[in-house]
Every structure is written in structure tokens, then in C-alpha cells.
T-cell receptor, first 115, second 112 residues
Framework: KAGVTQTPRYLIKTRGQQVTLSCSPI?????VSWYQQTPGQGLQFLFE???????NKGNFPGRFSGRQFSNSRSEMNVSTLELGDSALYLC??????????????FGPGTRLTVL | SQQGEEDPQALSIQEGENATMNCSYK?????LQWYRQNSGRGLVHLIL?????REKHSGRLRVTLDTSKKSSSLLITASRAADTASYFC????????????FGSGTQLTVLP
């Protein structure tokens, strides 16, 4: 089975711009979660989608949004970029059904640099 | 926000030695998972232990969970240079099982 894929792998943007990141989950997985990793804050949960619905949301401003398509692929969007948005954005997929054993598998990440 | 702390923050050992990392957390959990990350790349899932389990093994890995102390440990036996990486514990809370809360990580260096 192919793993979780994320595109693009690297991105450079300037302050004020917006960006869209894409994630394709493992085949058969219906849950997709997004995380932000920075040296200062570590790994932080952004949101989770299941069957095209946002099921959980972390403590991030409204500039961060996402969506999921009927084929379970997901996108996240960051508008009005700030320097502090520079981070590694990780996507994870899971079956999304049985909570106690639901393993999340991560993609390679998108490295976003905001200048 | 970080769920808790990992201890130690950095660990350096010789090949062949065992490495033990500890993780503490704060809330009731559904499960606890351990991940490995090499140099800013994606996270590789190592092992999941459910809240009603006390110990689990996978190859050279042994994980323990003590829910009364809200702590877990990861033991890597007979370490190899290829085990050099950052190791993170992540908890899936009872209320939102797929919202993983990560520890701060342990940087393990295995010297050849």
C-alpha cells in the first residue's frame, strides 16, 4: 500500500500571501489530521476530517482552514501568512473508526517558509 | 499545547546498548503511541499501546504504560546507529481520540 503523500514538499511564500497544502491518505483511510511542527511549540494538532466533515479542531486562528473531499484527500489553507507560520506541516491518516486502536500514519510533510 | 514532558531531552549511547525514554502525560487517554522522526522528516509510527494494556513488544521495542502515574516508557534494546532520531510519545485523549497530543521528544544519538 502506498503511504501518505503530501504536496508540495517545500514551499516559500511571503507575508500576507496564502497557501494551500495537499494530502492524500492511505487507501481506505477515511480520517485525515493535520499537525504543525515548529522548534518553539513542537508538534501541535490543527484539525481532523472524517467523511468530509471536520471532527476536531485545535487551538489555531481562523486563518488556518481545511477541507476533505469525497475521495478522502484533504487540503489545508493558510491565509494572510505570518512569519510565525513557517513550519513543517504534517498530515496523518487513519481508518478513523475504532478510537482505541486507531493508528495515525504520517506523511513526509510540507516545509513552509514565510519570508 | 504539549501534553507533557519526555525525559531525557537528549540521550547519547554506544551501539549495542539499550536506550530508555520516558514520557509523562496529564489527562485520561484512549491510547499512547510512540513515533520516530529523522531530521525534520515525517513521523514513523513505532507502536501503539491501549489504555488497558500495561506492556507491549515489537521487535527490539518494549513499551510500558502506567495509567495510575500517567507515564510511559520506551525501551530500545541492542541499539544501532540507524536508531539515531528524535522519539516522540503522543496521547490520544479519551474525549478526542484522533487529536494526538505530543510530548517534547527525546533526541537519541547512537554512536558507532
Amino acid at each position: 500500500k502506498a503511504g501518505v503523500t503530501q504536496t508540495p514538499r517545500y514551499l516559500i511564500k511571503t507575508r500576507g500571501q496564502q497557501v494551500t497544502l495537499s494530502c492524500s491518505p492511505i487507501s481506505g483511510h477515511r480520517s485525515v489530521s493535520w499537525y504543525q511542527q515548529t522548534p518553539g511549540q513542537g508538534l501541535q494538532f490543527l484539525f481532523e476530517y472524517f467523511s468530509e466533515t471536520q471532527r476536531n479542531k485545535g487551538n489555531f486562528p481562523g486563518r488556518f482552514s481545511g477541507r476533505q473531499f469525497s475521495n478522502s484527500r484533504s487540503e489545508m489553507n493558510v491565509s494572510t501568512l505570518e512569519l510565525g507560520d513557517s513550519a513543517l506541516y504534517l498530515c496523518a491518516s487513519s481508518l478513523g473508526v475504532l478510537a482505541s486502536t486507531d493508528t495515525q500514519y504520517f506523511g513526509p510533510g510540507t516545509r513552509l517558509t514565510v519570508l | 499545547s504539549q501534553q507533557g514532558e519526555e525525559d531525557p531531552q537528549a540521550l547519547s549511547i554506544q551501539e549495542g546498548e539499550n536506550a530508555t525514554m520516558n514520557c509523562s502525560y496529564k489527562t485520561s487517554i484512549n491510547n499512547l503511541q510512540w513515533y520516530r522522526q529523522n531530521s525534520g522528516r515525517g513521523l514513523v509510527h513505532l507502536i501503539l499501546i491501549r489504555s488497558n494494556e500495561r506492556e507491549k513488544h515489537s521487535g527490539r521495542l518494549r513499551v510500558t504504560l502506567d495509567t495510575s502515574k500517567k507515564s510511559s516508557s520506551l525501551l530500545i534494546t541492542a541499539s544501532r546507529a540507524a536508531d539515531t532520531a528524535s522519539y516522540f510519545c503522543a496521547t490520544a485523549d479519551s474525549g478526542s481520540a484522533r487529536q494526538l497530543t505530543f510530548g517534547s521528544g527525546t533526541q537519541l544519538t547512537v554512536l558507532p
